[in-house]
């Protein structure tokens, strides 16, 4: 399919984001961004004398990259506000930006973008991206001029590539993709593996007149394949597929399937298929794991509020070429023309009727999923009831308690953290959305949100007696690392009474049928009254007495855990006089 020209971006585009592996003999450097406290021509040498601009900050990184010593280098921007955006227009030269409707943040390889600083971090691990909103736009608010793409990547040279902890928004393309448009030049590709990959990205408010509302992927070489993880899709529109994100392959085929891992889908649209995702030609191919669509939808006669798929020759052999594959995923509430039913939730009628050589759903894997008007992809695994989120109102996509979608979600596709998307270096561990264990006793939940109670400290998925306990056998200050002292709940490097709080405010979260705490107390010979004796102790006493009546309750309570080792004599004696 035609897609848009890239004459005049190329001569105004600005690069963006790629990375190599990292490697022990890697020499990185790193550029510093802060559009707040930065200064137009600064060095970018550290947050002292950062950068003001973006595109000012990648055409430094571009210069490091020139230097022999840098293998690598990677640019760290500081948190931005909604009325004062990074854009895709505005540098040194022109501060109130250019209304060039080409200009974009370009891919590169080598050069790697970081969002969610404060300004004062040392190591990318002590970033937020969830709290320091890091915001990518294509509308200027001094011009109110929006350009085509956000992201633009028109592939030549590419290693693998990642832009992480960033909101990607105000594309307005008249074509395709207006939050990114990824796609790839064949005769002029040379050696490696171009896989760009997004993660803890935010793709919101974007828009294209045809294909792509959020992300456009044309696939013009098989072997690139855009990865996302950990990303959010919403509110983007498209004027026929794809709202959160299209695909097509229509050149060459073959082995260059898109990638979301952990991702949630809420709010896009598409005119004619794929509220979501879309999938177009005959070749597609596409990996869906963990993810969660709700209320995404088409046009009044769209097919495909969830998912499309669009096969370019309908019933023919090479149609099957193409597949899709589904796992641990919810999709609900999406619609289409046709309502709410399965159909709407993934269709494969997009552009042609279905294909049904030799089973209308060969092309599509659907396993340990859950899908609105479950019908033709019935199987043991998959199921059709409603998912029970938290409150869809509250945008709080979280299971809650009587979930059916808990514990029944495949680990396949979860093998590890191989992106390092919380920068911890632990390429082990499996995450959810919200960088929560993903696995829980060998088994993972359906969506992008493993179910999860506040005040769960030893991610059993229950708040009972273990919890309090450990929350007092850990009371004061944690020991380094703040992750070794279990009752940290709200890891601040302090276990006090915000932490014994919410575990009293969550008691029973995840249990079917929880015993009450009076219960959990009276079979320890506490009262009500015993227990407000103590609750009042550690909530006004002076430090000294909330230490000793924090020791004392660890020793009423170890009553309920015959393993739990001696215990340490407390500084003072029982205040209740009863043990």
Same mark, same amino acid.
């Given at each position: 399919?035609?897609?848009?020209?890239?004459?005049?971006?190329?001569?105004?585009?600005?690069?963006?984001?790629?990375?190599?592996?990292?490697?022990?003999?890697?020499?990185?450097?790193?550029?510093?961004?802060?559009?707040?406290?930065?200064? =137009?021509?600064?060095?970018?040498?550290?947050?002292?004398?950062?950068?003001?601009?973006?595109?000012?900050?990648?055409?430094?990184?571009? *210069?490091?990259?020139?230097? /022999?010593?840098?293998?690598?280098?990677?640019?760290?921007?500081?948190?931005?506000?909604?009325?004062?955006?990074?854009?895709?227009?505005?540098?040194?030269?022109?501060?109130?930006?250019?209304?060039?409707?080409?200009?974009?943040?370009?891919?590169?390889?080598?050069?790697?973008?970081?969002?969610?600083?404060?300004?004062?971090?040392?190591?990318?691990?002590?970033?937020?991206?969830?709290?320091?909103?890091?915001?990518?736009?294509?509308?200027?608010?001094?011009?109110?001029?929006?350009?085509?793409?956000?992201? %633009?990547?028109?592939?030549?040279?590419?290693?693998? +590539?990642?832009?992480? $902890?960033?909101?990607?928004?105000?594309?307005?393309?008249?074509?395709?993709?207006?939050?990114?448009?990824?796609?790839?030049?064949?005769? %002029?590709?040379?050696?490696?593996?171009?896989?760009?990959?997004?993660?803890?990205?935010?793709?919101?408010?974007?828009?294209?007149?045809?294909?792509?509302?959020?992300?456009?992927? *044309?696939?013009?070489?098989?072997?690139?394949?855009?990865?996302?993880?950990?990303?959010?899709?919403?509110?983007?529109?498209?004027?026929?597929?794809?709202?959160?994100?299209?695909?097509?392959?229509?050149?060459?085929?073959?082995?260059? =399937?898109?990638?979301?891992?952990?991702?949630?889908?809420?709010?896009?649209?598409?005119?004619?298929?794929? $509220?979501?995702?879309?999938?177009?030609?005959?070749?597609?191919?596409?990996?869906?794991?963990?993810?969660?669509?709700?209320?995404?939808?088409?046009?009044?006669? @769209?097919?495909?509020?969830?998912?499309?798929? $669009?096969?370019?020759?309908?019933?023919? /052999?090479?149609?099957?070429?193409? %597949?899709?594959?589904? %796992?641990?995923?919810?999709?609900?509430?999406?619609?289409?023309?046709?309502?709410?039913?399965?159909?709407?939730?993934?269709?494969?009628?997009?552009?042609?009727?279905?294909?049904?050589?030799?089973?209308?759903?060969?092309?599509?894997?659907?396993?340990?999923?859950?899908?609105?008007?479950?019908?033709?992809?019935?199987?043991?695994?998959?199921? @059709?009831?409603?998912?029970?989120? *938290?409150?869809?109102?509250?945008?709080?996509?979280?299971?809650?308690?009587?979930?059916? +979608?808990?514990?029944?979600?495949?680990?396949?596709?979860?093998?590890?953290?191989?992106?390092?998307? &919380?920068?911890?270096?632990?390429?082990?561990?499996?995450?959810?959305?919200?960088?929560?264990?993903?696995?829980?006793?060998?088994?993972?939940?359906?969506?992008?949100?493993?179910?999860?109670?506040?005040?769960?400290?030893? &991610?059993?998925?229950? *708040?009972?007696?273990?919890?309090?306990?450990?929350?007092?056998?850990?009371?004061?200050?944690?020991?380094?690392?703040?992750?070794?002292?279990?009752?940290?709940?709200?890891?601040? $490097?302090?276990?006090?009474?915000?932490?014994?709080?919410?575990?009293?405010?969550?008691?029973?979260?995840?249990?079917?049928? /929880?015993?009450?705490?009076?219960?959990?107390?009276?079979?320890?010979?506490?009262?009500?009254?015993?227990?407000?004796?103590?609750?009042?102790?550690?909530?006004?006493?002076?430090?000294?007495?909330?230490?000793?009546?924090?020791?004392?309750?660890?020793?009423?309570?170890?009553?309920?855990?015959?393993?739990?080792?001696?215990?340490?004599?407390? =500084?003072?004696? &029982?205040?209740?006089?009863?043990?």
């Amino acid at each position: 399919m035609a897609m848009l020209s890239n004459r005049k971006a190329a001569q105004a585009v600005v690069v963006v984001a790629c990375v190599m592996p990292s490697s022990a003999w890697a020499q990185v450097d790193i550029v510093y961004v802060d559009h707040v406290a930065g200064t =137009p021509f600064a060095s970018g040498g550290d947050w002292g004398d950062a950068i003001q601009y973006l595109r000012d900050g990648l055409a430094r990184a571009n *210069v490091q990259l020139a230097l /022999p010593v840098f293998d690598e280098v990677e640019v760290w921007v500081v948190a931005s506000d909604e009325q004062d955006p990074y854009v895709t227009d505005q540098d040194a030269n022109n501060p109130l930006g250019t209304a060039d409707r080409d200009a974009a943040f370009v891919l590169q390889d080598r050069i790697r973008l970081y969002g969610g600083f404060v300004g004062e971090e040392t190591d990318r691990v002590e970033r937020d991206p969830d709290s320091n909103k890091t915001i990518l736009s294509a509308v200027s608010e001094l011009t109110a001029v929006g350009s085509n793409h956000v992201l %633009f990547a028109d592939i030549k040279l590419w290693e693998d +590539c990642v832009v992480s $902890g960033f909101t990607i928004t105000g594309g307005d393309s008249d074509s395709d993709g207006g939050g990114a448009l990824l796609t790839t030049l064949p005769p %002029f590709f040379i050696g490696g593996t171009p896989v760009p990959v997004f993660t803890r990205c935010h793709f919101r408010d974007n828009q294209a007149a045809r294909f792509g509302g959020g992300v456009a992927s *044309v696939i013009r070489f098989p072997v690139f394949q855009p990865v996302f993880v950990n990303c959010r899709f919403t509110g983007n529109s498209a004027g026929s597929a794809g709202g959160a994100h299209y695909y097509s392959n229509p050149v060459m085929g073959g082995a260059a =399937p898109n990638e979301f891992y952990n991702c949630l889908f809420v709010g896009n649209y598409a005119e004619d298929g794929g $509220g979501a995702l879309a999938f177009d030609d005959d070749r597609f191919q596409g990996f869906v794991y963990g993810c969660t669509f709700f209320d995404n939808e088409t046009g009044a006669s @769209g097919f495909g509020g969830g998912i499309s798929i $669009g096969l370019s020759t309908p019933c023919s /052999p090479s149609s099957q070429l193409g %597949f899709l594959s589904i %796992f641990s995923s919810i999709f609900w509430a999406n619609s289409d023309s046709e309502g709410t039913d399965e159909s709407a939730q993934i269709s494969d009628r997009f552009g042609n009727a279905p294909c049904s050589i030799p089973d209308p759903h060969a092309d599509v894997n659907l396993d340990h999923c859950c899908i609105q008007g479950l019908d033709s992809y019935t199987r043991p695994s998959n199921i @059709g009831s409603d998912p029970l989120f *938290v409150s869809t109102a509250s945008d709080d996509y979280r299971l809650s308690d009587h979930s059916p +979608c808990r514990d029944r979600g495949s680990i396949a596709g979860f093998a590890g953290d191989v992106w390092d998307i &919380d920068d911890d270096d632990d390429l082990d561990e499996r995450l959810d959305f919200a960088l929560r264990n993903r696995v829980v006793a060998a088994v993972a939940d359906m969506g992008c949100l493993e179910f999860f109670c506040f005040g769960d400290t030893n &991610d059993d998925a229950v *708040v009972d007696f273990v919890d309090l306990l450990n929350v007092v056998s850990t009371w004061g200050t944690c020991p380094t690392p703040p992750m070794a002292c279990l009752g940290d709940v709200n890891q601040d $490097g302090d276990v006090d009474f915000f932490d014994l709080l919410t575990v009293l405010t969550n008691w029973g979260c995840g249990e079917p049928d /929880p015993d009450s705490l009076e219960t959990v107390l009276a079979s320890i010979g506490l009262s009500t009254s015993d227990w407000n004796t103590l609750i009042d102790c550690i909530e006004n006493g002076t430090q000294a007495e909330q230490e000793n009546c924090v020791c004392w309750l660890e020793h009423y309570l170890a009553e309920c855990v015959p393993s739990c080792p001696n215990l340490p004599d407390c =500084p003072d004696g &029982d205040p209740l006089s009863k043990h």
